[in-house]
T-cell receptor, first 117, second 116 residues
Framework: GAVVSQHPSWVICKSGTSVKIECRSL??????MFWYRQFPKQSLMLMAT?????????EQGVEKDKFLINHASLTLSTLTVTSAHPEDSSFYIC?????????????FGPGTRLTVL | AQKITQTQPGMFVQEKEAVTLDCTYD???????LFWYKQPSSGEMIFLIY??????QNATEGRYSLNFQKARKSANLVISASQLGDSAMYFC?????????????FGSGTRLSIRP
């Protein structure tokens, strides 16, 4: 089946630093990728929709200058948390939509746990 | 307004019993899709089952079935013959519109615990 990887799987950083999270579709091309965040014991909240070769579409309340998304190729999207603070600590999950996908095919990565000290 | 409502924050079920996880949704679109995902403690999101708004038959995938009642706007997940490995968080989700590129909105989840 289709596989989506995320790197790193977990990261601990100091407050004020930037962290880059990669989302890769390993065996398919993805024109659209989605980035979610999940706080402990809560649901997934969509942050942004990333389309290859164009600017990401951010959900209301998500700071685009803080959460930089780059979808430079059909198999890679990156999320950079700039000047991270403890409140940015969360579980970040990406999903990828295969090119020419049917209505029920969106594949999730395993997630990245970010802890900001 | 809540688009996806899961009213059961937690459930305990005896192994081998069937379990129904409730989900109601709210949309004015005629075309939409409903999903159920399982999230074990590892955090990965595992796709379980999908129902399109125009599908007349209830979706089934192995031990999972989706009880789709369009007029009541409900999409309950039924797990037959529950197993210990079914213990996890379960999320109901909806995609509005016809495009598979439309965003998916998740409910608050139900934590299912299977007792041996």
């Amino acid at each position: 089946g289709a596989v989506v990887s995320q790197h790193p799987s977990w990261v601990i950083c100091k407050s004020g630093t930037s962290v880059k999270i990669e989302c890769r579709s390993l065996d398919f091309q993805a024109t659209t990728m989605f980035w979610y965040r999940q706080f402990p014991k809560q649901s997934l909240m969509l942050m942004a929709t990333s389309n290859e070769g164009s600017k990401a579409t951010y959900e209301q309340g998500v700071e685009k200058d803080k959460f930089l998304i780059n979808h430079a190729s059909l198999t890679l999207s990156t999320l950079t948390v700039t000047s991270a603070h403890p409140e940015d600590s969360s579980f970040y999950i990406c999903s990828a939509l295969p090119r020419g996908a049917g209505t029920d095919t969106q594949y999730f990565g395993p997630g990245t746990r970010l802890t900001v000290l | 307004a809540q688009k996806i409502t899961q009213t059961q924050p937690g459930m305990f079920v005896q192994e081998k019993e069937a379990v129904t996880l409730d989900c109601t949704y709210d949309t004015s679109d005629q075309s939409y899709g409903l999903f159920w995902y399982k999230q074990p403690s590892s955090g990965e999101m595992i796709f379980l089952i999908y129902q399109g708004s125009y599908d007349e038959q209830n979706a089934t995938e192995g031990r999972y079935s989706l009880n789709f009642q369009k007029a009541r706007k409900s999409a309950n997940l039924v797990i037959s013959a529950s197993q210990l490995g079914d213990s996890a968080m379960y999320f109901c989700a909806m995609r509005e519109g016809w495009s598979s590129a439309s965003k998916i909105i998740f409910g608050s989840g139900t934590r299912l615990s299977i007792r041996p």
